[in-house]
């Protein structure tokens, strides 16, 4: 037997605690509330398949994250049928080529019984993959030069699908080998229309064989779930489908995967869907999750009748027609804050600072989220030209966005450029590591056009936006030469006489950029800096071992005044933007000072709670802002 495989292994599939969650209980519910529901028959015209047990009832849903919920004989095997169907056509969308399938199969509802003899008159092509007809000649286009390699192919797209190996019932598939005559004429009649090349009898004998793949309602809510999540098993991670097939299989499914009924499934469900004749069908959510229900028992159009009711119920409860009400584009505007609102950590001069405050509310930072498409992108593109008057720079934070369309990307390159026109600039941020929004941008962006800027956070962002405010409307006072102690607010209210006391005990130390100042951690260095000239960087390193810029500072502020305040260790890294000059004061020398002259040391800690007040005001305004 080619390509069999004698193993199934239990797909990985991450289960949560079944007894506690609300979502496993409302499965139960329903699980409960259909038992009952003995209408239908089992089918029989596979002589194998009439010895199915009619109660058999499982339902399990896996989400496009990798979670499974199971009720029910969700592990009770049974064979595929036709949710084959749509597997096998999306390895032959991957192995031919969209165009070349098509000239084979057509993509027409039928609105003929699934196993009708009926090709498109002209060109003998069946009207679509999920006919028996098409299904046929569907499983000859997979890749492979001989059927078992066609096998071995069909085999793997099914591995890929359940995220293990494969069997076949061999019982279920002599019994339809030796009864499928109708099956039979059919695949002559497309080797008569030169629709299948060669012996069609190989070719019948692999679509037997993967109707006759046994699955578990687990496997094939598994592959729901891999085609809701683009094409990749969300447990594995691994590929099965190309990610530009999915959405052509997805349409074959709405449009013709429910037999006789697709059309009116297609009006109270609204889910892509398959089932079989053993009673399997599995529906889609796209990019949400994959459903999948196992009740041998069908209607009288072939489908299962429990699945149906399920299916039924739960898209009308939760709203989940692919055509129901989508969010209101404003929703991708979560919130807008300017600069004022939530100021850099970039520590300034109290003067740059006040200057700074008068214009900060120009920034304007608008924290995207969800899908960005057509009119989630109009809605963005109005709301930036509507506060462009009074703005100097807008920040676009992508943190929240989960999908960018190209053609959206587009549009904010247009109305960035539309902006840079009026002297104006919008730049992005947090959009690191965000793989569909990165390359929307970068693929999108006008000829000519070389980049974009994007910051990894809104805090150098922001930082970057007052910079430009700052050498745009000439708030300056940030970049001075320090060669006395009177500017520091450190010292502030002190004679003249207590500074040259100061000065006298104090160091120099100049440090190149990038040297490390400060090692969070040390407890043996007790110094105090005053920076002259430079920019330092205070940074913590988190718990996963990102860093995060607290601060920068200039000349004319300190650090390290914590050491006062009887923390032995260093809280943080500083480091050396820029080259650096400083004086450092020890603290154990500011103590020996204070015991002639204790002014000093009360006046130095004065001021610092002075500091530490500004800071918390301004930490609980950033808390604010962020909660609101
Ligand atoms: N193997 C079955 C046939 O070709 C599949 C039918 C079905 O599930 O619709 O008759």
């Known amino acids: 037997m080619p390509g069999l495989s004698s193993s199934t292994k239990a797909a990985h599939v991450k289960t949560m605690p079944t007894t506690t969650l609300p979502m496993q209980h409302y499965l139960k519910a329903l699980h409960d509330k259909y038992r009952p529901l003995e209408e239908g028959a089992v089918a029989t015209y596979i002589p194998e398949l009439a010895k199915a047990d009619p109660d058999a009832f499982g339902i399990c849903i896996v989400t496009a994250d990798g979670y499974t919920y199971a009720v029910g004989e969700s592990d009770t095997p049974f064979t595929m049928q036709s949710v084959s169907k749509p597997a096998v056509y999306a390895a032959a969308l991957a192995d031919r080529g969209r165009e070349n399938v098509l000239r084979k199969v057509g993509v027409e509802p039928s609105g003929e019984a699934f196993n009708s ?41 099914m591995s890929a699908f359940f995220g293990h190996s ?41 679509y037997f064989r993967q109707c006759a793949i046994r699955v578990t309602c687990r496997d094939l809510a598994c592959m729901a779930a891999t085609l809701a999540n683009g094409g990749v098993h969300p447990v594995t991670g691994k590929r099965a489908v190309p990610a530009e097939d999915v959405q052509a299989v997805l349409s074959i499914m709405a449009t013709c995967g429910m037999y006789d009924y697709a059309g009116s499934w297609l009006y109270e469900v609204g889910l892509p869907a398959k089932s079989g004749v053993s009673g399997g069908l599995l529906a889609v959510l ?68 006040a200057r ?10 608008l924290s995207l989220q969800g899908e960005l498409a057509f009119d989630g992108a109009e809605f963005v593109v109005r709301s930036l030209m509507r506060l462009a008057s009074d703005a100097d720079s807008f920040i676009l934070d992508m943190h929240r966005v989960t999908y960018l369309a190209y053609n959206a990307a587009r549009l904010l390159h247009e109305a960035s450029g539309a902006l840079f026109a009026q002297g104006k600039v919008l730049v992005f941020s947090r959009i690191r590591g965000r793989a569909t929004v990165e390359d929307a941008l970068r693929s999108s962006l006008p000829d000519g056009e070389k980049g974009f800027l994007s910051f990894e956070d809104n805090d150098l962002a922001i930082e970057w936006c007052e910079n430009r405010l700052i050498d745009h409307e000439a708030v300056s006072g940030s970049r001075t030469h320090i060669d006395s102690l009177a500017p520091f607010p450190l010292f502030a209210g002190m004679t003249q006489q207590c500074l040259e006391q100061l000065r006298k005990r104090m160091l120099a130390a100049d440090y190149p950029a990038g040297a490390i100042i400060v090692s969070a951690g040390n407890e043996q260095d007790d110094r105090l800096f005053f920076i002259r000239d430079g920019e330092v960087s205070v940074v913590l390193t988190l718990a996963d071992g990102a860093h995060q810029r607290v601060a920068t500072l200039s000349s004319g502020m300190s650090f390290g005044e914590m050491v006062m305040l009887g923390q032995a260790a260093r809280s943080a890294h500083v480091h050396a933007d820029t080259a650096v000059s400083t004086w450092t004061l020890s603290s154990r020398i500011l103590d020996e000072i204070a015991i002639d002259h204790p002014e000093i040391k009360i006046a130095i800690l004065r001021n610092l709670s002075l500091d530490l007040a500004q800071k918390l005001r301004q930490a609980n305004q950033l808390i604010a802002v962020l909660a609101a």
Request: aromatic letters at 4%; a neutral charge; glycine letters at 8%.
């Open 117 to 157: 003899i009926s090709l498109d008159p002209q060109s003998g092509a069946p009207l679509n993959p999920m006919i028996n007809a098409g299904a046929i000649a569907t499983a000859g286009l997979v890749a492979g030069d001989t059927a078992a390699e066609k096998w071995q192919r069909i085999e793997e797209i």
């Open 166 to 206: 494969i069997v076949v019932d061999e019982a279920v598939h002599r019994s339809e080998s030796e009864t499928g005559f109708r099956n039979r004429a059919i695949a002559w009649m497309l080797k008569s229309f030169g629709i299948i090349d060669g012996d069609p009898m190989p070719v019948l004998e692999n």
């Open 356 to 365: 700074l405050r008068e214009v900060a509310s120009g920034i304007k930072c």
């Open 286 to 353: 796209p990019g949400r999750f994959g459903i999948a229900i196992f009740s041998p028992r069908l209607d009288e159009n072939g489908n299962s009748t429990r699945g149906i009711a399920v299916c039924r119920e739960i898209s009308r409860e939760f709203g989940l027609h692919v055509f129901g009400l989508a969010p209101a584009p404003s929703r991708v505007l979560s919130r807008i804050h300017t600069a004022l609102d939530a100021p850099s950590r970039r520590l300034r001069s109290p003067l740059t600072s």
